[in-house]
Nanobody, 125 residues
Framework: QLQLVESGGGLVQPGGSLRLSCAAS????????VGWFRQAPGKEREGVSC????????KYVDSVKGRFTISRDNAKNTVDLQMNDLKPEDTAVYYC??????????????????WGQGTQVTVSS
């Protein structure tokens, strides 16, 4: 059974950091494009970041560029999202997703086959 599980969410003050992790079971995450998405209350889900397979190129939505970093840990079969300088507008449920539509050094925010259940990130003082 193919499964994705997110962890690492929580409550943090503005300017703080969190590291989200997306763990896969039943498949090797390095062979999939992986994306992080978020959905805030009353808003549509948006793509935050993705990492390609193969090649490892990354993509970020403009609002998180320079603050968030996506990376693979193949030993742990995870994809992590390091989030620094968090802002209240980053508050949302964060989801990871995997796509089998592989293109060298290219990832996009659509076409994902597998989704996790989400982890809550709240940025508030």
């Amino acid at each position: 059974q193919l499964q994705l599980v997110e962890s690492g969410g929580g409550l943090v003050q503005p300017g703080g950091s969190l590291r989200l992790s997306c763990a896969a079971s039943g498949f090797t995450l390095d062979y999939y494009v992986v994306g992080w998405f978020r959905q805030a209350p009353g808003k549509e889900r948006e793509g935050v970041s993705c990492i390609s397979s193969p090649g490892g190129s990354t993509k970020y939505v403009d609002s998180v560029k320079g603050r968030f970093t996506i990376s693979r840990d193949n030993a742990k079969n995870t994809v992590d999202l390091q989030m620094n300088d968090l802002k209240p507008e980053d508050t949302a449920v964060y989801y990871c997703a995997a796509s089998s539509r592989r293109r060298f050094n290219l990832c996009v925010f659509d076409g994902y086959n597998y989704w996790g259940q989400g982890t809550q990130v709240t940025v508030s003082s």
